[in-house]
T-cell receptor, first 110, second 117 residues
Framework: EDQVTQSPEALRLQEGESSSLNCSYT??????LFWYRQDPGKGPEFLFT???AGEEKEKERLKATLTKKESFLHITAPKPEDSATYLC???????????FGKGTRLSVIA | ETGVTQTPRHLVMGMTNKKSLKCEQH?????MYWYKQSAKKPLELMFV???????ENNSVPSRFSPECPNSSHLFLHLHTLQPEDSALYLC????????????????FGPGTRLTVL
């Protein structure tokens, strides 16, 4: 069964304290790995898509990387406005819909 | 209107009521989705309409009934719900293609917060 696991479940950082969120996946034939940000009471907002191991993408203080078994979302010098739940999802061969992880709830304290 | 819109944003209903959730996408996409989001659980895919074909998750109870009259509109009809159906219901859309490189990101609406009493 295809599975996506995110860790930690919750992360509390001081402003400026860099860290990484982990997304490990066990899927047959990964076609794409997606990162989303979700603020309370809102729908997920798309951040990145990664297609192959070794690929990296950056957006402001965020950088997403992909290996053959996991993806990392690196947050450099976070600010309080980066506080949100970050969701990881994978799509596999056969054009199947996304499989989501439970998310990591990030809190950045000023 | 831009992106994906959902109405109503909040809904409280009794177990014997019938109600409908509405989703509209203004992105020209060809696929639409319903998800259920409960606390401490991953997003659960409920239904997909892709290239005018419905893909159904067999574990969704029949008290949830989707309707997709055209590529821009998606409804979720609700009847005889249970308290455990209380959750955030999210609609999403995407542009699907025929190759692996065309499997694009999904854009989500703000959701409908449903409470079943």
């Amino acid at each position: 069964e295809d599975q996506v696991t995110q860790s930690p479940e919750a992360l509390r950082l001081q402003e400026g304290e860099s860290s990484s969120l982990n997304c490990s996946y066990t899927v047959s034939g990964l076609r794409g790995l997606f990162w989303y940000r979700q603020d309370p009471g809102k729908g997920p907002e798309f951040l990145f898509t990664l297609y192959s191991a070794g690929e990296e993408k950056e957006k402001e203080r965020l950088k997403a990387t992909l290996t053959k078994k996991e993806s990392f979302l690196h947050i450099t010098a976070p600010k309080p406005e980066d506080s949100a739940t970050y969701l990881c999802a994978a799509t596999t061969s056969g054009n199947t819909p996304l499989v989501f992880g439970k998310g990591t709830r990030l809190s950045v304290i000023a | 209107e831009t992106g994906v819109t959902q109405t109503p944003r909040h809904l409280v209903m009794g177990m014997t009521n019938k109600k409908s959730l509405k989703c509209e996408q203004h992105l020209g996409h060809n696929a639409m989705y319903w998800y259920k989001q409960s606390a401490k659980k991953p997003l659960e895919l409920m239904f997909v309409y892709s290239l005018e074909e419905r893909v159904e998750n067999n574990s969704v109870p029949s008290r949830f009934s989707p309707e997709c009259p055209n590529s821009s509109h998606l409804f979720l009809h609700l009847h005889t719900l249970q308290p455990e159906d209380s959750a955030l219901y999210l609609c999403a859309s995407s542009q699907e293609g025929s190759t692996s490189a065309d499997y694009n990101e999904q854009f989500f609406g703000p959701g409908t917060r449903l409470t079943v009493l």
